[in-house]
């Protein structure tokens, strides 16, 4: 059949005033009432029978079928709750099955309200559903209601579609209205129309009287129901407001506001609706941009600031308020339609895609196009920030939820928020795109398919916040400390520190330093029972292992930039310097010895730990929020100090982590010290646990520190490569390495990501002096999440400890498989050495982790 060849409806009066239906025609009927559109669709069903078309009914809505099922008719049954995205794919798979030539009816498009809360998504599946159906060279009916939807979502329609219709119900007629008929004309197809259901008979409209008759019904409509052709959100919100006012809100109200635009999550849900008050959800819906959800990074923030000033209402002088906003759920598949990338969207979804699909997807979203109403509330936020910076947070869906956490895996992206108005915006708007982009990084994606989550729907919402801090000299900003807390240690400073008191790392400037692997920084970290208690005893000591360099804000650079914590010391105030910086007293004395004395100052947030107020209030925030979760939480905060040690805390982020608890004690064996691989104490993290490893992949510290450095990212490949093997071989893999895993340094340890080690079972690092490096217990930062999340043993094997040695080889049952995995990379000399592989399947090899008594044996199993 040629495309635009000519189909009855079923009414020859009609088929006369649009010249017929068209082969790729969308029909989209706008009416009165749904119980007219049997009137267009039982015609038009019959003639596709009689004429023997494939007729297709995509049932979805609660309403009576709008398609009787017999003979000739394939009726699929979706469910538009289980989201956007997958009932839209479900539709097209169902087009692609169904093939070219076959005729559509749906439900009614206006129900789609019911499911997704807002227009924005119903127009949104209609501009990607009907290029579809016009591609397959098919016919498709579409009802809504008129009134129903705003301006906005009808435009959309009206621009996609090839013909749309009003009708108006009298009461012995229908009129007709044609609206758009694409690419066909005549003198009289756009005048309203008398169609009589009985006889079949339509005539123009061409006399005053019944003209006016047919005027007049539009406006009693219109004035029937004023707030008509407006969002369905923005009347949902509107009428509960009005209620709340009048003190007769619905009782479901605040269930149904929270699963509109809070969480889908049940345990956060039931939190939210235990701390929150109706205006809480009616000041989250005055922040938001958008429809959707906020995501969970943003319901993790508010829920936990509700948590504390219900709790602990004692601290609200020393909590700074926010004034966030929020980029709903809706506008992230607003972004794609509207850059045409829901194709590209499509494919990433697929099995084959899922990683093949992404750089391209990931390009796309780096480069699309935002709709002009979205644009337009973009100005108004920028607006009220008017020249503060600001940061960009990714809040999808998953994150931070329970179980969830997807720490570091979406970018955050800071603006400084300077320049012309026009300047700002499209450095945000970049910001938005960098954020969604992030969706389709590798670890993320790989994190997403090792829990299981890769075919769950991921919308990106968006958190964008004011940047908390001060101007420091003529263009620096930021917060006096940042940092991380969690409300469980799996790290124990020493023996009698109390893991369920909690823990944080600091660090001065933006947070972050504190979330990141750092190169030549140590943040402070502080056991909330015990906050002045320190692995370091010398002041040379605490010196060199110190933050040595903070993250700002460049305001006249308009970007992120890392200086030496020395450049800070005259721009802060009397009262921070003391709050963060520290006297190294040796260096300072030997100084006045010779004749030379200075203030020699590190940064090692020395005063904020001896602030007992500080570490006492951070304590309490921390086990509230753990018995309000029932789980063990991290937060992000900053720190902000003011006159006589006064101080505001911000706190920006707060999630639960399941993988950390209670934990029980573990009792090691005694073993020989020819059958110990390591020893460790003190310098491990993880929970209790006996594992059996069956596997060793080992980076020579000797080799590696010779490695070129530009050869060095191929050491990371490698070790991908071996998670790789164990992920399809079911191995269980300990990984040995020199200096600090994933930093952004090569030179200070191997630049894995997490996707290169995700199914690995242990990773230790490994001092080794003589080529500088030295591994760093990273709590808190973003790795040290996917660690636990993934409940990955770290270990530090300090040369003060017990260790291995490279020099004595391994036992007897270790088999060199390094050829058999690795051969596509060892045909480089230099690199060949550098990494080893070992089955240790047939050694007995074990792994003993104790958490209450921090200690570790790597050894010969003697059962």
Not at 87 to 107: N, P, Q, S
Request: aromatic residues 12%; proline residues 4%.
């Amino acid at each position: 059949m040629a495309a635009f060849e000519k189909v009855k409806s079923g009414i020859e009066g009609l088929d006369a005033v649009f010249d017929y239906i068209r082969i790729g025609d969308n029909v989209v009927w706008q009416l009165t009432t749904l119980a007219d559109f049997s009137q267009f669709v039982d015609p038009f069903v019959t003639q596709a029978l009689d004429d023997g078309r494939t007729l297709v009914y995509i049932r979805f809505a609660n309403h009576e079928p709008l398609v009787q099922a017999r003979d000739g008719i394939t009726v699929y049954e979706l469910n538009p709750h289980h989201g956007f995205e997958t009932f839209t794919v479900e539709v097209r798979d169902i087009i692609t099955k169904e093939g070219y030539e076959a005729l559509y009816v749906f439900d009614c498009l206006s129900e789609l309200q019911a499911a997704w809360s807002a227009d924005m998504m119903m127009g949104n599946f209609f501009r990607v559903t009907c290029p579809y159906l016009f591609e397959l060279d098919t016919i498709a009916y579409f009802p809504i209601i008129r009134g129903m939807h705003s301006f906005e979502t009808i435009a959309k329609i009206r621009e996609t579609t090839q013909l749309l219709i009003d009708v108006v119900h009298d009461e012995d007629c229908l009129f007709i209205h044609p609206l758009k008929v694409w690419n066909r004309y005549s003198q009289s197809m756009f005048l309203a129309h008398r169609f009589d259901p009985i006889t079949g008979k339509v005539t123009a409209l061409r006399d005053s009287v019944e003209t006016s008759r047919f005027y007049s019904l539009l406006n009693q409509e219109e004035q029937a129901t004023p707030d008509r052709n407006s969002d369905s959100w923005d009347r949902f919100f509107l009428s509960m407001r009005m209620a709340y006012d009048q003190g007769a809100l619905p009782a479901d109200a605040c269930s149904k506001m929270c699963n509109m635009m809070m969480t889908k999550d049940r345990e956060m849900r039931d939190m939210v609706l235990h701390f929150f008050e109706p205006q809480d959800f009616f000041e989250v819906r005055g922040r938001m941009v958008g429809t959707g959800l906020i995501g969970g990074k943003a319901c993790g923030m508010l829920l936990a600031r509700k948590i504390i000033e219900h709790s602990l209402p004692h601290y609200r002088c020393q909590l700074e308020p926010h004034d966030s906003f929020y980029i709903g759920s809706d506008v992230f598949y607003s972004y794609i339609v509207a850059s045409d990338l829901w194709r590209l969207r499509i494919e990433q979804r697929s099995i084959e895609g899922f990683f093949e699909s992404a750089p391209v997807l990931q390009e796309g979203l780096m480069n699309g196009a935002f709709p002009e109403d979205i644009r337009e509330r973009f100005r108004r936020m920028l607006e009220y920030f008017g020249q503060n910076p600001i940061i960009v947070r990714s809040s999808s869906f998953l994150e931070d939820g329970f179980g969830n956490a997807f720490a570091g895996k979406y970018e955050s992206v800071f603006c400084a928020n300077v320049g012309t108005p026009s300047e700002r915006l499209a450095a945000f708007e970049d910001a938005v795109r960098t954020v969604y982009a992030s969706t389709m990084d590798e670890s993320a994606l790989e994190y997403r398919l090792r829990n299981g989550l890769d075919k769950q729907e991921e919308q990106m919402a968006l958190l964008v916040q004011r940047v908390s801090g001060s101007h420091h000299g003529s263009s620096l900003f930021m917060p006096t400390a940042a940092g991380v807390g969690y409300s469980y240690s799996l790290y124990r400073l020493s023996g009698d520190i109390d893991p369920q008191a909690g823990m944080l790392r600091l660090v001065v400037g933006l947070g972050t330093k504190a979330v990141e692997r750092t190169t030549l920084d140590y943040p402070r970290i502080i056991g909330l029972d015990r906050p002045l208690a320190n692995t370091h005893v010398t002041f040379a000591e605490k010196h060199r292992f110190s933050q040595h360099y903070a993250d700002v804000l460049d305001l006249e650079q308009r970007k992120l930039r890392e200086i030496s914590v020395q450049e800070l010391i005259d721009a802060l105030s009397p009262n921070a310097l003391r709050a963060v910086y520290e006297h190294d007293m040796d260096a300072e004395y030997r100084l006045r010895e010779t004749g030379h004395y200075r203030p020699v100052l590190f940064a090692s947030c020395l005063g904020l730990a001896q602030n007992a107020l500080f570490t006492t209030m951070m304590r309490d925030i921390l086990q509230t929020l753990h018995e309000a979760y029932r789980h063990a939480v991290d937060i992000e905060f900053t720190v902000n100090v003011g006159e006589s040690d006064s101080f505001m805390v911000n706190l920006l982020q707060c999630r639960p982590l399941q993988a950390l608890g209670d934990d029980e004690d573990l009792e090691l064996p005694k073993l020989p010290q020819s059958d110990i691989y390591f020893h460790l104490r003190g310098s491990t993290m993880g929970k209790s646990r006996k594992t059996t490893i069956d596997t060793l992949v080992v980076v020579d510290p000797r080799y590696y520190y010779s490695c070129q450095h530009s050869k060095k990212s191929s050491i990371a490949r490698m070790i991908g490569a071996v998670n790789l093997y164990c992920k399809k071989t079911e191995r269980q893999c300990l990984f040995i390495t020199p200096g600090r895993i994933g930093t952004s340094s090569p030179e200070l340890g191997v630049p894995v990501s997490f996707a290169d080690i995700s199914v690995l079972k242990g990773v230790c690092e490994v001092a080794y002096s003589a080529a500088g490096y030295s591994p760093e217990l990273s709590f808190g930062s973003h790795l040290f999440q996917d660690l636990v999340e993934a409940d990955i043993y770290y270990g530090a094997i300090l040369e003060n400890s017990d260790t291995l040695y490279f020099d004595s080889g391994f036992p007897s049952q270790f088999t060199d498989i390094t050829q058999v995995v690795l051969s596509e990379f060892l045909g480089d000399s230099e690199i060949q050495d550098i990494v080893k592989l070992y089955d240790a399947s047939e050694s007995g090899l074990t792994l003993w982790h104790d958490l209450i008594g921090n200690e570790s044996i790597c050894g010969l199993s003697q059962s």
